[in-house]
């Protein structure tokens, strides 16, 4: 007998959680190593990455961008038809909450360590003005989301988010508040998606 004809096609292969949980956390690791090495070879102060100096302000940059950019995304799946989403997006909510947890985390903490610690600190030191740097940091961070590619609306969904995960860190010069604030949104509102509390247009089931 042929088996040949019964087996499936090859196809891309499923979205699994945990490698991609594996795969932040090294690659967050590896940033914190280049970041480590600015700050030995003066490149960057530690009071540029990590400063407590006005904890009302870290407080406030935490809490009104985290709120602001959930409401964004909210607004902004209601009034998205659901083919316009990536199928990987719409696949997180389907993962326990310890998966989603970790997933969000690992993903904020690489995304962050990499764009605004090491990317975003380095352009500023050469190009004028923080908003140059911001800005061309949110192109690359658009850059590396290839799965978006297929679907142009949701590079507006990263898109506002860097341009605010940029400019809270000029803000408090601290990485830990944009992260902060990309890890909550990114948890919120995968966590409204799992729990039904907002669908896609159009979404089915």
């Known amino acids: 007998m042929n088996h ?11 979205f699994n959680p ?9 690659f967050a690791l590896i940033s914190a190593a280049v970041l480590f090495a ?3 070879y003066d490149v960057l102060t530690l009071e540029d990455l990590l400063s407590f100096e006005n904890p009302l302000q870290l407080a406030m940059y935490s809490v009104l961008p985290t709120i602001s950019l959930l409401l964004f995304g ?12 990536d199928e990987t997006n719409k696949s997180y909510q389907k993962y326990s909450l310890a998966a989603i947890l970790a997933f969000t985390l690992a993903a904020a903490l690489f995304e962050e360590l990499l764009f605004r610690g090491i990317i975003q600190n380095v352009l500023n030191l050469y190009l004028p003005g923080p908003w140059t740097a911001i800005a061309v940091t949110t192109v690359l961070f658009v850059g590396t989301h290839v799965q978006y ?3 142009p609306l949701m590079l507006l969904n990263i898109t506002i988010p860097s341009l605010v995960f940029g ?6 010069h601290n990485l830990l508040v ?12 995968t966590l409204l998606f799992k729990y ?10």
């Open 38 to 40: 600015l700050v030995i």
């Open 196 to 205: 039904k509390v907002i669908s896609m247009r159009g979404e089915k089931g």
């Open 149 to 151: 590619y297929t679907k």
């Open 4 to 14: 040949s004809a019964q087996t499936p096609p090859p196809g891309p292969k499923p």
């Open 167 to 172: 400019w809270v860190y000029v803000q408090t």
């Open 18 to 26: 945990k490698d991609a949980i594996l795969v932040f956390f090294a």
């Open 74 to 85: 909210i607004i902004l799946t209601l009034l998205t038809p659901a083919s316009y989403i």
């Open 178 to 189: 944009p992260l902060l604030v990309h890890f909550l949104m990114n948890l919120g509102i």
